[in-house]
T-cell receptor, first 115, second 111 residues
Framework: DGGITQSPKYLFRKEGQNVTLSCEQN?????MYWYRQDPGQGLRLIYY???????QKGDIAEGYSVSREKKESFPLTVTSAQKNPTAFYLC??????????????FGDGTRLSIL | RKEVEQDPGPFNVPEGATVAFNCTYS??????FFWYRQDCRKEPKLLMS???SGNEDGRFTAQLNRASQYISLLIRDSKLSDSATYLC????????????FGKGTKLSVIP
């Protein structure tokens, strides 16, 4: 079945440590996104990528980094510069070849906590 | 002004009730509109797209009023399984693939 796979489901970060969240999709979607969700809050965009080898900062990119070396993969690194990393991280993708009303499809998320 | 605004609820309704959620958006250039459903500690899942002419999917009806920049979702004959948070989602402008999410309205359907 086509879909978006995020791993790990749960992740713990020690102070000063960088951690990387994986996101893989087999939907042949060009565009991929990373969001952060805090309890009782909406989704906030961290980074997005519309094509391979290109990505842009979202609303809250500080303390995060991404790469897009392959169409299928869009890993997110939470660096030690991100002082409040505890959140639910969601990866999404969409087919850019269709407009309007093109929704985004989500992976099942990674919960990151500080040790 | 918040870009996508929703009543946070919670809405507590008995089984079988009809419930309506409203949403307003600030970007008049937005072209794509959606309702997503998010269960507790899960990812958002697309419930339905919202079209200018209004659209219905079983017990769910979505309406769009572009002049008022207002979107609604009506759920008829509520089921226990409808309990979730409903997110109003709007694209970020003409031709944009970026989406802006409301904070969601929580629905609890009570037996």
């Amino acid at each position: 079945d086509g879909g978006i796979t995020q791993s790990p489901k749960y992740l713990f970060r020690k102070e000063g440590q960088n951690v990387t969240l994986s996101c893989e999709q087999n939907l042949n979607h060009d565009a991929m996104y990373w969001y952060r969700q805090d309890p009782g809050q909406g989704l906030r965009l961290i980074y997005y990528s519309q094509i391979v080898n290109d990505f842009q900062k979202g609303d809250i990119a500080e303390g995060y980094s991404v790469s897009r070396e392959k169409k299928e993969s869009f890993p997110l690194t939470v660096t030690s510069a991100q002082k409040n990393p505890t959140a639910f991280y969601l990866c999404a993708s969409t087919n850019r070849r269709v407009l309007p009303n093109q929704p985004q499809h989500f992976g099942d998320g990674t919960r990151l906590s500080i040790l | 002004r918040k870009e996508v605004e929703q009543d946070p609820g919670p809405f507590n309704v008995p089984e079988g009730a009809t419930v309506a959620f409203n949403c307003t958006y600030s970007n008049s250039a937005s072209q794509s509109f959606f309702w997503y459903r998010q269960d507790c500690r899960k990812e958002p899942k697309l419930l339905m797209s919202v079209y200018s002419s209004g659209n219905e999917d079983g017990r769910f009806t979505a309406q769009l009023n572009r002049a008022s920049q207002y979107i609604s979702l009506l759920i008829r004959d509520s089921k226990l399984s409808d309990s979730a948070t409903y997110l109003c989602v709007v694209n970020s402008g003409a031709g944009s693939y970026q989406l802006t999410f409301g904070k969601g309205t929580k629905l609890s359907v009570i037996p």
